[in-house]
């Protein structure tokens, strides 16, 4: 049961994702706004993803700090 909750949460999240670029506008703006005030001079910063979603954002974070 585990497994298929996953496997359906995956299969919904690449679409979902893909849909938010469309619908969003200024979409890269918008996340480039949030990751730009992530930014830290710490090394190795950690970062704490409530799960909130598909994980979005924070592969903008991380994206933006390495």
Sequence with gaps: MKNEIKETFDSIAITYDSQRRKIIPCFDDFYKIITNL???????PEILDIGAGTGLLTKFVTTQLV
Excluded: E, K, L
């Excluded at 992530?38 to 190795?44: F, G, K, L, Q, W």
């Design 38 to 44: 992530t930014d830290s001079n710490i090394n190795n």
